[in-house]
RNA sequence: GCGCCCGUAGCUCAGCUGGAUAGAGCGUUUGACUACGAAUCAAAAGGUCACAGGUUCGAAUCCUGUCGGGCGCGCCA
């Protein structure tokens, strides 16, 4: 028996009706076979829409489909080992009735496949380097940011899982004026911390921060750099500044991620790709290629030509490269990597960049398809219930270490994650620190705390040493928790192909409220004998999945709360 | 003006890529602990799935349009 039922009927069900399918001209079906849960437990276990979907090029009405489709079926022997009954309802949908003891050996399956249970084994692994957050290093993390992160390291985590090799990657952007204006705001935190003040340059940086990082270099080196900046042109303290004051500000960052349990495995600085001459490198391969050409004294790359709205600027008249220019050349330099599909997550406000980067790769003869562009929608905070969008000047500003104070991790991760990142999200700090107990992410906690508390009781006990045995039928509620917990593996599969970690969390919640419904009305350890042995295993297997659900989003599973 | 995203219960959101009678949490009302953890469970109430067309056996889901909200549209990053 296999753990994974669902995929193991479907492969049964492919097999037993690819013929009937080929016969109607629609042997396509075979390929993708749609299992569904019903919404209503009269409609079955699962149920299959062939005979639906052939209908139109059988050009039979479906319900007749449905029993030709049926007698294959109920023919099949590996079929009528998972499956009771079959049934043909409403407009010719084919309800499949499990068999209880199948579930029951199925979970028993699943609960012995350990840590491979719900790992997606693609028959081609995609190699896939996964870029987000890329935050600028000009200041620390606030909660945007940290809506991308939990997002893009649940997506890590969960991809990972499904059995796709996947590297995570920080872009520092250590180049260009905003670095210039950061140093420039850091000298001026840095000379009035030795009672001299620089006047501030228009749109400077300031916050609390930058007077952390001034302490520091003054600790390091005093007043050394004073001289060059009060009297000197400046040029030499400034290069000082920007570089260590970016180290410094990294290790902030780095340091609050570490906290946010979110690890990269590369960061890569775009003042490299200056130290290479990639981007020499690039221009001159575009020139070959003709998508480059000169214009009003710049130089202009022709996206255009591959379904950008209008050309782009790379270098400016004055001589600076611009971002998009760097950009390019850091994906250059991603694709020689050899990856197989690289993977941005990028705030909604950058959405207008997507055409371009990927004209860049159609110039660059690179399948554009290669690239997948993720939008997540962006942040707003609530404060007296008025939705502001985050800014600095408005002091809207809400850090992810505030959050992480507030809350906590994992109600900060469940909380973040658990929305469609496709929506904007509205935090409200002050609602969400007097009401962090109700977050949904206890609720999950407690699941898996009480089966824990259930396993301790069980510890030793005569009911922990019978081996346990799927019972020859199934409670409701047993049912019904067994039919969730072998959902696992589509759950993963689906989070993983759609790139939507919140459907981890759905599945969690719904786990869990199946198990507190099992909890309720199936006692354990009272049941004695083989019930409360095979009912010990459910909640051993339950426990791990809750367990293993909250860590592909990054969450810790407690014991106790 | 153009492009992308969103509009589902009083509030916050799911809805398995087109399935059968649209679901949770919070809030409101009511019930269940001498019990393996009541941070739980059970029940009630709450809906024009923004609106109007279209596609088909079938639409919250897909296509078009309208309205409303967010974000973009630089030789900024």
């Keep these: 028996m296999s753990a994974d039922l669902f995929s193991e009927v479907k492969q049964a069900v492919s097999a037993a009706a690819a013929g009937r399918l080929r016969s109607w001209g629609a042997g396509e079906l075979a390929e993708k076979i749609e299992l569904e849960r019903p919404a209503q437990r009269q409609h079955g276990d699962l149920s299959l829409n062939l005979a639906l979907a052939a209908a139109g090029r059988a050009g039979r009405p479906p319900r007749e489909l449905a029993a030709e489709l049926v007698a294959d079926l109920e023919a099949d022997e590996r079929l009528s080992t998972y499956c009771r009954r079959l049934e043909i309802a409403g407009p010719g949908f084919i309800n499949l009735f499990l068999d209880d003891a ?26 896939i380097l996964l870029e987000f957050v890329s935050a600028n290093p000009t200041g620390p993390l606030h909660v945007g940011h940290a809506r991308y992160a939990a997002y893009g390291d649940s997506l890590a985590r969960i991809l990972t899982f499904a059995g796709h090799r996947v590297d995570t990657e920080f872009y520092i952007n250590d180049y260009g004026t905003q670095m210039d204006l950061f140093a420039r705001s850091l000298a001026v935190a840095y000379a009035r911390r030795l009672g001299k003040e620089l006047p501030l340059p ?12 001034a302490a520091t270099i003054v600790g390091e080196k005093g007043e050394a750099l004073l001289d060059d900046l009060t009297g000197g042109d400046g040029q030499q303290a400034l290069s000082f500044l920007r570089r260590r004051g970016c180290e410094l500000m990294l290790a902030e960052i780095e340091a609050t991620l570490g906290r946010f349990r979110v690890h990269f495995d590369r960061w890569f600085s ?36 591959h379904g950008d709205d209008k050309d782009r600027v790379l270098i400016r008249s004055s001589g600076e490269p611009t971002y998009f220019a760097s950009d390019i050349a850091y994906h250059r330099q991603k694709l020689d990597r050899g990856y197989d599909r690289l993977i941005n997550i990028w705030g909604a406000d950058h959405h207008g960049y997507v055409a371009r980067m990927k004209a860049a790769f159609a110039a660059l003869d690179e399948d554009p398809d290669k690239l997948e562009i993720i939008i997540g929608q962006l942040v707003n905070v609530i404060e007296r219930g008025e939705r502001k969008q985050m800014s600095k ?21 469940f909380f973040l994650v658990e929305r469609s ?8 700090l002050e609602k969400a620190r007097m009401r962090s107990e109700e977050n949904p992410v206890y609720y999950v906690h407690y699941a898996h705390a009480r089966i824990c508390s259930i396993l301790r009781k069980a510890a030793g006990s005569e009911t922990e040493a019978v081996e346990a045995a799927p019972p020859g039928s199934l409670e409701p509620e ?15 599969a689906a989070a993983a192909a759609s790139r939507e970690p919140h459907r981890l969390t759905t599945y969690m919640r719904s786990l869990a409220a199946d198990f507190h419904v099992f909890y309720h009305n199936c006692p ?14 459910l909640c051993t297997l339950t426990r791990d999945v809750i367990a293993r659900s909250l860590s592909l989003v990054g969450v810790k599973a407690p014991e106790r709360m």
């Design 102 to 127: 199948a579930l029951g050996a199925a979970a028993l399956a699943a609960l012995a496949a350990g840590d491979d249970f719900g790992r997606g084994e693609p028959p081609a692994p995609l190699s």
């Design 202 to 213: 228009e749109d400077g940086y300031r916050g609390d921060y930058l007077d952390r990082i």
């Design 270 to 305: 775009e003042s490299s790709l200056y130290r290479d001459q990639a981007l020499e490198t690039l221009l001159a391969a575009l020139r070959r290629s003709g998508d480059v050409t000169d214009r009003d004294g710049a130089t202009w790359m022709l996206t255009s030509r």
């Design 393 to 413: 000047r408005a002091g809207t500003m809400v850090m992810l270490d505030e959050l992480i104070d507030a809350i906590g991790v994992d109600a900060a991760r």
């Design 421 to 428: 990142h496709d929506s904007a999200l509205d935090l409200d």
């Design 478 to 492: 047993e049912r019904q928790l067994v039919l969730q917990l072998l959902s696992f593996p589509g759950a993963v």
């Design 524 to 537: 354990v350890l009272r049941a004695g004998g083989e019930t409360a042995a095979f009912r010990l295993s």
